[in-house]
């Protein structure tokens, strides 16, 4: 298997348990070694007291594009920290894109940089997230 | 009105709106002046491929915490950025406490800190929020 | 004058008044609009117990390009927060260059990512620095 | 040897190995068991061009403070990642103040919370900074 396979074949195998992201109607777009873009539509309970999509979600959104990006070569990843920065608000009915690219891997720690977009490719939000590699595969690399 | 019964009346007209803090099936347990305390059960549609809870919604809890704690002053406020450290893994059915309080407030931009614990007082999470704050009020502060 | 001009005129004037940069040994490589590429040698008095170079040293470089970067447009601009990751140590005589870039600008409230490289091109740090601007400018912008 | 004795060697011997602590002329002022505060007096050579204390010095101290009290268990620990915020400014001759704490530890991983205040107890900067242990001791702990 290729680099781009073993992605297509991580992210089908996260995507059969993944409630989350299923729950809050993500779209996953595509997939890369490292990479990831996903899509989220901002739903009426999504919405907070200013009119505007909660900042969680917003925060969802490039989580599960992280998420994606950072096991998408079959070592299973998960987030230990992650910071972001809300640059513009979204709306009611909003599409909102995330998508992920590695910034840095060595050893078991990868920094990841995630930018999420609107409908209008106006940025939203900037959001970097860092990884530990835990044990485990999501299929027999062999 | 003193400062409490002004927190406990703008977390009361915020929750009138705030749809994605119900979507989420958050308690606000307590405010008050510069803080809050709130409460949300892990729920199936909020776990992820690790079969833990999303970082998404653990990140949200504390979101939510902080919208009320840094909005208890009746100055309308909104979160700028946000960091978080996931250091232990929340699980189906727990039972997220997210409390808040500020650090700093400083003309229109503060620093709050929220812890998220669970059910056992297991630290789960630490956020630290910046907000800046817009113009408007809750409700006429004359 | 041009966006180019303008960034070179805003450096020199800083310069002129910045004995922290000087104090470290920094050489400002150059400018641009919302840009900087600035350098210093890791000296034994930037050297930590562990045989490496102090996090804040690695920290006060990144910090220098984003002042020049942020400072490169004549309004006057200082850091709010910033956000580092360190990848990779730095020793003893490693010439390390901070690369700077906007990412965003939003009315008052901007972010910038910077790189720091050794003399191998080896990734040292990521920088991430949220900027404020105050009143008042370089020079006359009339 | 107890808990403070520990702490207390691990400084001294980091101190005697410590050129950025001693160049940038801070004091060690005391430890404990993941705490420890650490002084530090502004220098023209530290003053930017707006005539405060440059950010990567104000960040220094605190990371200084943070060294000191995440080494103080006998674990060697290096810094991961650190976010600072900047609340208020510092000026020429200011005496700054870091004290730090351990907010968490799991495994390898820790988080701590330092503070910086200057002479007359205003709050400077906020920093968190994240810690991962290596191998090694300073000492023989047998």
Redesign the interface.
């Known amino acids: 298997m290729n680099p781009q396979q073993i992605a297509n074949k991580c992210a089908a ?2 995507w059969a ?8 109607g993500v779209e996953v777009v595509s997939v890369g070694p490292g990479t990831a873009t996903v899509r989220m539509t901002v739903r ?8 505007t ?5 917003i ?3 490039a ?2 594009g992280f ?1 994606y990006a950072c ?1 998408s070569e079959n070592f ?1 990843t ?11 608000p979204a709306h009611l009915d909003d599409v909102l894109t995330a998508t992920g690219k590695r ?2 891997q ?1 050893g078991r ?1 990868g ?1 990841y940089d995630i930018e999420v977009h609107n409908q209008q490719d106006k ?1 939203i939000a ?1 959001f ?1 997230g ?1 990884t ?1 590699r835990i044990k485990g595969h999501f299929f027999d690399p062999a």
Chains 1, 2, 3, 4 share one sequence.
Not at 17 to 24: P, Q, T, V
Not at 53 to 57: E, L, P, R, S
Not at 78 to 88: K, R, W
């Open positions: 195998l996260m348990d993944d409630h989350a992201a299923r729950g809050l009426q309970d999504m919405v907070n007291v200013h009119g999509c909660h900042g969680g979600f925060f969802a959104i989580d599960v998420g096991n299973r998960v987030g230990g920290s992650a910071d972001i920065d809300f640059v513009a910034r840095h060595g720690a920094v940025l900037l970097r860092k530990v």
